[in-house]
T-cell receptor, first 115, second 112 residues
């Protein structure tokens, strides 16, 4: 079945540091890939997405590129802020006819940014 | 913009008690989902629905039942709660396919 593997956390950075959170996946066909973010005490919200190979999703300074050859969708940000402290989830949605938009999630990576 | 609304936000149950979690969405989405979130395991799909009157099992359905009598509502029931069901529960909805899912704020359930 489909699976998503994220780098283990927690990740602790100083403000303005560079961020990378690795994500690799296993899936049949051509899934859509997502990064969701969960701020303390809140639900998940979409951070960015990519629906086909070589697509780059971007939002709020975060970027991720859909790499089919390496089955990866790594999240990057050039300069993190304290307000980026949250839990980040990589997820995929099988685009097959019976997927119905169901999401398969990675285990989540806790990011803490210090001033 | 309400989006996806879950009630209650917090609940403590004794082992063997029952309860129903309510989810409502105002985006006219066909698809709705219930996930549970446990530390180090991400979110796992419990049940889902592809339209009014339909339900289907997800990855971890045991001990839960669901109903979707109206398109905008998706109910998750625990008939006899167990400590293993202590978790944070999230409802989500989407228009399916390659589109994003919208999540509620979650229900933190503790079974003692």
């Amino acid at each position: 079945g489909d699976s998503v593997t994220q780098m283990e956390g927690p990740v602790t950075l100083s403000e303005e540091a560079f961020l990378t959170i690795n994500c690799t996946y296993t899936a049949t066909g051509y899934p859509s890939l997502f990064w969701y973010v969960q701020y303390p005490g809140e639900g998940l919200q979409l951070l960015l997405k990519a629906t086909k190979a070589d697509d780059k999703g971007s939002n709020k300074g975060f970027e991720a590129t859909y790499r089919k050859e390496t089955t990866s969708f790594h999240l990057e940000k050039g300069s993190v802020q304290v307000s980026d402290s949250a839990v980040y989830f990589c997820a995929l949605s099988d685009a097959g006819g019976t997927s119905y938009g169901k999401l398969t999630f990675g285990q989540g990576t806790i990011l803490t940014v210090h001033p | 913009n309400a989006g996806v609304t879950q009630t209650p936000k917090f609940r403590v149950l004794k082992t063997g008690q029952s309860m129903t979690l309510l989810c409502a969405q105002d985006m006219n989405h066909e698809y709705m989902y219930w996930y549970r979130q446990d530390p180090g395991m991400g979110l796992r799909l419990i049940h889902y629905s592809v339209g009014e009157g339909t339900t289907a099992k997800g990855e971890v359905p045991d001990g839960y039942n669901v109903s979707r009598l109206k398109k905008q509502n998706f109910l998750l029931g625990l008939e006899s709660a167990a400590p293993s069901q202590t978790s944070v529960y999230f409802c989500a909805s989407s228009s399916g396919g390659r589109t994003e899912a919208f999540f509620g704020q979650g229900t933190r359930l503790t079974v003692v």
